[in-house]
């Protein structure tokens, strides 16, 4: 069942999944009859954000949606029905799953009535709850990935769920709306540099239970990659750490708990054992230190490293060796002075993690965990197969060899960094392929579009060389490919990278060969140099794919229905249907 099936059972009294290609009307599909306006027109974005869905929009700062409430559940008109003055004592909740890149300070309408200031806000890493004069913050420890976002209005109290996740709540006592009516809208943002994706936003005229928007948050499920590779025998890379052991952990708060590093600025949170910066009526900046010393053992074997943190809003980490020269690091990327062919032998990690506010009774940066990893010889094996992934050194153009992987698996629809390869620039990997590739799948989200290579391979035991890369001025060039295929669409004939990729979004990729490649088949590679990158969910196939066979695998990456059954195949009767629960049809052969 898709997700949007799940939200229309908990009768929404409106529902927008955002999926038009053409027109300015977002229909709701709650049967209430609350049709918004794409303002500005229709800002496709592709992948969606949940399952089962075609698009997500994106929202800018000229090209924003209207969702007007003005009917109730029978299609009468309610003027809103909650919100305002008149219906103080009716609860209400707000969904929406967002993918924010918004950098300024502006505030930014989420989901909300700006006019009114009632609804969802963000500003400053901040999403904030609105009733009119009421308002709630939380500090949203990490952004780099699809958030779904709940606000919850319940009569006495206010609450934000984040992730299936009640964040902060505040009782309310007396509290009584002064506008009279209520516009709820999508944006726009407040500069031309911000933007955001928003997918199936909804309106529920009650406040939905703790249960069901966990519920909401958890069945936004997909099938597991090796499900969808593995009956065209290919060959699954899902891209994570778990599947290289590590020579050396330290992390915090399992070797050392953040209470060692307690001021009288800063707060420890038991019930989620983190840190962070405490909170304070006043509207008062502050910027906290906590330094630390590592000790890496000598006598083990080591040549590379990773440094993650969750809780990186507001807060920075750098290291030095000397406790001295100091560098910043990058969340989930090697540490700089312990990188694959530059890895210092001091044996010492001097830590130095800064947290900062501009404002502590708002915007309050916390801390859950950080882990130092250290390991020798990063080479990972497909999940179902003899190929192997490794890191390549002292190739021309590679400046940085070190790659890092994800933590965790995270469903791909989630847009989330810490699942996959994080390819700093001009560096890369390349995979070690036991078996003749007539089709490569995978899954790209570019930090820019200049020069760079996406796969190349080299002409070696009868296979031929292959190549997609491009210039900087965008200019693509293509050597031994049949198709090239992206979100389910032939870009083949596509001669400039621009018409192809769109920097930081998610992109299902689909290449097949005329002739097979096989060995090592280098990602992220040119001599040119190459963009920065995430790469997830590595396929390789013997089969030269057919493009019913590609729409099919980007379908059910989406948990979408992967066979269509045309009408004429299948007869129903009265005797051959049954009903359970009113979720599922069983079809029977008469």
């Keep these: 069942m898709s997700y949007q099936l799940k939200v229309i059972k908990d009768s929404p009294i409106g529902f927008w999944v955002l999926d038009e290609t053409s027109g300015t009307t977002a229909t709701d599909i709650s049967g209430c009859g609350n049709n918004g306006v794409y303002e500005g027109g229709i800002n496709n974005v592709i992948p969606p954000l949940t ?8 929202i800018t700062n000229i090209k924003y949606i209207t969702t007007p409430v003005l009917y109730d559940y029978y299609g009468s008109t309610a003027s809103g029905g909650f919100g305002n003055k008149y219906t103080s004592d009716n609860d209400f909740t707000l969904e929406a799953w967002i993918h924010t890149n918004i950098s300024t300070t502006n505030l930014t309408t989420i989901f909300a009535d700006p006019t009114n200031n009632v609804g969802l806000f963000w500003q400053n890493g901040n999403i904030i709850f609105k009733l009119d004069s009421e308002t709630l913050n939380y500090t949203i420890p990490y952004f780099k990935k699809v958030l779904h976002i709940v606000a919850v209005y319940s009569v006495y109290q206010m609450i934000i769920y984040v992730d299936g996740k009640a964040v902060v709540s505040k009782n309310l006592t007396g509290f009584t709306f002064t506008n009279t009516s209520l516009s709820l809208q999508i944006g726009p943002t407040a500069h031309a540099s911000d933007s955001f994706i928003v997918d199936d936003p909804a309106v529920y005229r009650y406040a939905l239970s703790a249960t069901k928007i966990l519920n909401h948050y958890n069945d936004n499920g997909f099938l597991p990659p090796i ?45 989620d054992n983190a840190i962070e910066i405490a909170y304070s009526e006043d509207a008062i900046s502050k910027t906290v230190y906590l330094t630390d010393l590592v000790t890496i053992p000598l006598g083990i074997t080591m040549d590379s490293s990773k440094i ?30 312990y990188k694959l062919n530059d890895f210092d032998t001091s044996g010492f990690v001097y830590l130095k993690i800064t947290m900062s506010t501009t404002d502590n009774s708002k915007y309050l940066p916390k801390l859950y ?11 990972m094996y497909a999940q179902n197969g003899g190929s192997y992934m490794s890191t390549f050194a002292d190739l021309a153009g590679i400046s940085d060899p070190a790659i890092s992987l994800g933590s965790k698996k995270y469903p ?27 089709t490569i799948e995978f899954f790209y989200t570019p930090d820019a579009l200049t020069n760079s290579g996406l796969i190349t391979s080299i002409s070696n035991n009868g296979y031929t060389a292959s190549n997609v890369s491009w210039n900087g001025a965008g200019a693509m060039s293509k050597t031994n490919i049949n198709s090239l295929y992206v979100n389910g ?21 689909v290449i097949t060969y005329s002739q097979a490649i096989s060995g090592p088949i280098k990602f992220n590679y040119s001599l ?16 030269q794919f057919t493009s019913t066979q590609i729409l099919n695998h980007y379908n059910l990456y989406l948990g979408k229905s992967s066979v269509v059954a045309q009408d004429s195949t299948i007869t129903l009767t009265e005797n051959s249907v049954q009903a359970y629960n009113n979720d599922w049809l069983v079809i029977q052969n008469v």
């Design 51 to 58: 399952s089962g869905g075609n698009y997500g929009n994106k």
């Design 227 to 271: 499900q969808i590779a593995y009956p065209d025998n290919g060959q699954i890379f899902e891209l994570y750490d778990n599947s290289i052991s590590s020579q050396y952990k330290y992390s915090y708060p399992a070797e050392r708990s953040w209470e060692y590093f307690l001021t009288d600025d800063l707060y420890y949170n038991r019930d």
């Design 308 to 337: 993650e943190w969750y809780g990186d809003n507001g807060i920075t980490v750098e290291t030095s060796v000397d406790n001295s020269t100091w560098v910043q690091c990058m969340n989930g990327q090697s540490i700089p002075q």
């Design 369 to 379: 965990n950080l882990t130092l990893s250290f390991y020798n010889d990063q080479v």
């Design 412 to 438: 791909i629809l989630s847009r989330d960094y810490r699942n996959g390869i994080r390819v700093p620039i001009d560096s890369g990997f390349y995979i070690n392929a036991n078996i003749p590739v007539k």
């Design 489 to 509: 669409i032939n870009k083949t004939s596509s001669t400039n990278v621009s018409d192809i990729f769109t920097a930081g979004d998610l992109h299902h990729v």
């Design 528 to 543: 040119g140099g190459t963009v920065g990158c995430l790469i997830q969910n590595i396929g390789l196939y013997q089969d």
